[in-house]
């Protein structure tokens, strides 16, 4: 990706690189832009405070993912790493700006007998996908500095 910031840091993330972060996407893709993180990330953001005093994230049930940071809502992933030297701790935009590739069909199987004697079944899937960035002006993300 090309659109980034580096954060000062290795492990804290000041509230002007979130605001910079924010800005590094055009207002005319800000409709449809959210925020992606890890939830130790979200709990350091809910700790940053505006200068006037207020949180820069809020719980909002009105939200798809139920908190907001400067308007937008915060999807927490556990696949997104914490913040650590070098890593990619936010994503943040309009992720319409990924193209998806789909490999073939969904895959879904009943496993009957290997949980028989359990009194159980079991299912299990498989579906293969790739994406990459195809418009970088729709998708940012902030880096912590490296070690």
Not at 23 to 40: H, R, T
Not at 94 to 113: H, M, Y
Request: net charge negative; proline share 3%.
């Amino acid at each position: 990706m090309t659109n980034y910031i580096t954060a000062a840091s290795q492990t804290v993330i000041t509230a002007d690189e979130v605001v910079q972060l924010h800005d590094k996407i055009k207002d005319e893709f800000q409709a449809n832009a959210m925020w992606i993180m890890s939830p130790a990330t979200r709990t350091a953001l809910r700790l940053l405070k505006a200068t006037t005093g207020y949180y820069l994230l809020n719980d909002d049930v009105s939200s798809p993912f139920g908190t907001t940071l400067l308007g937008k809502p915060v999807y927490v992933s556990d696949n997104m790493p914490d913040m650590a030297a070098g890593k990619n701790a936010i994503f943040y935009g309009d992720f319409r700006g990924l193209a998806t590739k789909f490999n073939g069909e969904l895959s879904i199987e009943v496993l009957r007998e290997k949980y028989a004697d359990e009194h159980a079944v079991g299912v299990i899937g498989w579906f293969e996908f790739d994406s990459k960035v195809e418009d970088a002006q729709k998708i940012a993300k902030l880096v912590m500095a490296s070690a």
